[in-house]
């Protein structure tokens, strides 16, 4: 019985050793970019740009930052989170630039170069992606046929719709 006892507690000691090792081996990092949109020769506005961590395997996706382009189409993103492995940055723009009466936004998705990310939960560099016209069409551009708007209520304030992903 003794023997019994002596081989539960070295496993209890066993597996709260290596769930707090895999705990302490978790990275936090950070990455931010910023950007200009146009849409042919005037500014992009109100555009829906997202940060995101995108996973392989089991591990969902992480969204680590969004908003909205400006009214001179500018924006700027920065977000964080923890992993074991290096993040897989990805910028994420939903427009309806050149787009006609089509049903849902196109979605451009670029890879941030892994250089600017870094340790901390604040990034101490920011991806400069320059200025995009939004109406070139995209390599592997898809469409998105839910996301969140800004609207104005009835006394012209601007809010966000909540449904996106």
Request: glycine letters at 10%; proline letters at 5%.
């Amino acid at each position: 019985m003794l023997r019994t006892l002596n081989n539960s507690f070295q496993m209890k000691v066993l597996l709260f050793l290596s769930i707090f090792g895999l705990a302490f081996a978790m990275r936090q990092q950070s990455i931010a970019v910023k950007g200009t949109l146009k849409c042919g020769d005037k500014p992009a506005t109100n555009v829906r740009v997202k940060l995101w961590e995108e996973d392989g395997g089991p591990d969902p996706d992480d969204e680590l930052d969004a908003g909205y382009t400006d009214g001179s189409g500018m924006f700027q993103l920065s977000g964080g989170t923890a992993e074991l492995t290096p993040i897989d940055p990805v910028f994420k723009v939903y427009h309806d630039c050149d787009d006609g009466i089509k049903p849902g936004s196109r979605k451009v998705k670029f890879y941030l170069p892994k250089s600017y990310i870094t340790e901390g939960a604040k990034p101490r560099k920011t991806f400069d992606i320059g200025v995009l016209n939004l109406e070139t069409i995209f390599p592997g551009e898809e469409r998105e046929m839910i996301v969140s708007r800004k609207r104005r209520d009835d006394y012209g304030f601007l809010f966000d719709d909540n449904y996106d992903d």
